[in-house]
């Protein structure tokens, strides 16, 4: 049995609160931060195996999550930044999401260097210059991260914007793994889950403010944002929007 690790959030103690077998082939442990609740699995020793495929074939809706998230960002610049300025979506996957946002006449750029960028290429960019974007995206990436602290620090260097998108651990926490689909361990790649305490803790240890919609969709930042667009009317306009479409086929 492993002891339980340090919080990859705060460094203090954790507790073991799951058992689950990884990539239906390793039996692992999931410990909770005392303070925050984080979610972490043990140290991840089988992401070579789990990342074979960057993309798992359970993530049958990566295309509506890019056609929504651009439709929120899309307001969320609108109401904060201006669209000349330059924006970095980091994990992109495919470059679905830059290619729909550089469509919408936004200066977007592409970087995930783990995965074949099929539809932004003229726009894949390496990260190494700080501060060179206004924004950086990173949209179910959090959850496949590690170490979250080193890499919201590494992305705050590009940008005093982090906008990302996870789901948050819920409330009251599940008894068990089966009873949340998001832990996902036949893939071995969500190590990381988080609360909206923890992902508030990692903010103010990088000096910025967390801005949330409770759910699913976060932003750390060093300026004052308005994120009320990202609340829960937009979200239930786009379902609705969804639904005609749908409707209409």
Same mark, same amino acid.
């Given at each position: 049995?492993?002891?339980?690790?340090?919080?990859?959030?705060?460094?203090?103690?954790?507790?073991?609160?799951?058992?689950?077998?990884?990539?239906?082939?390793?039996?692992?442990? #999931?410990?909770?931060?005392?303070?925050?609740?984080?979610?972490?699995?043990?140290?991840?020793?089988?992401?070579?195996?789990? #990342?074979?495929?960057?993309?798992?074939? =359970?993530?049958?809706?990566?295309?509506?999550?890019?056609?929504? #998230?651009?439709?929120?960002?899309?307001?969320?610049?609108?109401?904060?930044?201006?669209? =000349?300025?330059? #924006?970095?979506?980091?994990?992109?996957?495919?470059?679905?999401?830059?290619?729909?946002?550089?469509?919408?006449?936004?200066?977007?750029? &592409?970087?995930?260097? !783990?995965?074949?960028?099929?539809?932004?290429?003229?726009?894949?960019?390496?990260?190494?210059?700080?501060?060179?974007?206004?924004?950086?995206?990173?949209?179910?990436?959090?959850? !496949?991260?590690?170490?979250?602290?080193?890499?919201?620090? %590494?992305?705050?260097?590009?940008?005093?914007?982090?906008?990302?998108?996870?789901?948050?651990?819920?409330?009251?926490?599940?008894?068990?793994?089966?009873?949340?689909?998001?832990?996902?361990?036949?893939?071995? %790649? &969500?190590?990381?889950?988080?609360?909206?305490?923890?992902?508030? !803790?990692?903010?103010?240890? !990088?000096?910025?403010?967390?801005?949330?919609?409770?759910?699913?969709? &976060?932003?750390?930042?060093?300026?004052?944002?308005?994120?009320?667009?990202?609340?829960?009317?937009?979200?239930?306009?786009?379902?609705?929007?969804? &639904?005609?479409?749908?409707?209409?086929?």
């Amino acid at each position: 049995m492993t002891l339980p690790e340090c919080s990859r959030i705060t460094g203090g103690p954790t507790d073991v609160a799951y058992q689950a077998k990884i990539l239906d082939k390793y039996e692992i442990q #999931y410990f909770r931060c005392r303070e925050t609740g984080f979610i972490q699995t043990e140290t991840p020793y089988w992401l070579d195996e789990a #990342y074979r495929d960057a993309i798992t074939a =359970q993530d049958s809706g990566l295309l509506q999550r890019c056609i929504t #998230y651009a439709e929120i960002m899309a307001l969320l610049i609108k109401a904060n930044f201006q669209p =000349q300025e330059r #924006y970095l979506d980091f994990g992109g996957g495919y470059g679905v999401f830059t290619r729909l946002m550089r469509d919408r006449g936004l200066n977007y750029f &592409h970087c995930d260097p !783990h995965c074949q960028n099929l539809f932004a290429k003229e726009f894949e960019v390496q990260v190494e210059e700080p501060g060179k974007y206004t924004l950086v995206t990173a949209f179910e990436v959090f959850e !496949h991260l590690v170490d979250p602290a080193k890499q919201l620090k %590494q992305l705050l260097e590009l940008a005093d914007t982090v906008v990302f998108s996870t789901l948050i651990v819920p409330e009251p926490p599940p008894k068990d793994v089966d009873e949340w689909w998001y832990f996902l361990p036949q893939t071995g %790649q &969500h190590v990381s889950l988080y609360t909206v305490k923890a992902l508030d !803790h990692l903010a103010s240890s !990088h000096g910025a403010t967390l801005y949330t919609n409770g759910k699913n969709l &976060h932003c750390i930042s060093r300026r004052p944002i308005n994120f009320s667009i990202a609340g829960d009317n937009l979200w239930a306009k786009l379902r609705r929007r969804l &639904h005609r479409v749908l409707s209409d086929r």
